[in-house]
């Protein structure tokens, strides 16, 4: 049993920051990718940004230079560090993680819960 617990979504003025966390736990063997998805209201979800194991760190067009993703890999643990929010911005905010519960077993795909994120004056 795999969990994926967000936290630190809120509302906020356009402009201003906030930051994501995702904490996973459970029957953890290894993590592969840890990211970031959002959907906003009538639109499908789509991709924020991913931080693979090695370091290296992905990100949508529309979030670059505004959002940093990181992770702890020692607290299974992924950041979303958003900066310059604007209305667009608001939806709820997925964690996904690609991870293996067994040495034995393919990676699959988790995600959270997610967390709202709210852009208003």
């Known amino acids: 049993q795999v969990q994926l617990v967000e936290s630190g979504g809120g509302l906020v003025q356009p402009g201003g920051s906030l930051r994501l966390s995702c904490v996973a736990s459970g029957s953890i063997y290894d993590i592969n990718t840890m990211g970031w998805y959002r959907q906003a209201p009538g639109k499908e979800r789509e991709y924020v940004a991913q931080?693979?194991?090695?370091?290296?760190?992905n990100y949508a067009d529309p979030v670059k230079g505004r959002f940093t993703i990181s992770r702890d890999s020692a607290k299974n643990t992924v950041y979303l560090q958003m900066h310059g929010l604007k209305p667009e911005d608001m939806a709820v905010y997925y964690c996904?993680?690609?991870?293996?519960?067994?040495?034995?077993?393919?990676?699959?795909?988790?995600w959270g819960q997610g967390t709202q994120v709210t852009v208003s004056p």
């Open positions: 996904y993680v690609v991870l293996r519960i067994s040495a034995w077993q393919s990676a699959h795909g988790y």
């Open positions: 931080a693979f194991r090695n370091g290296d760190t």
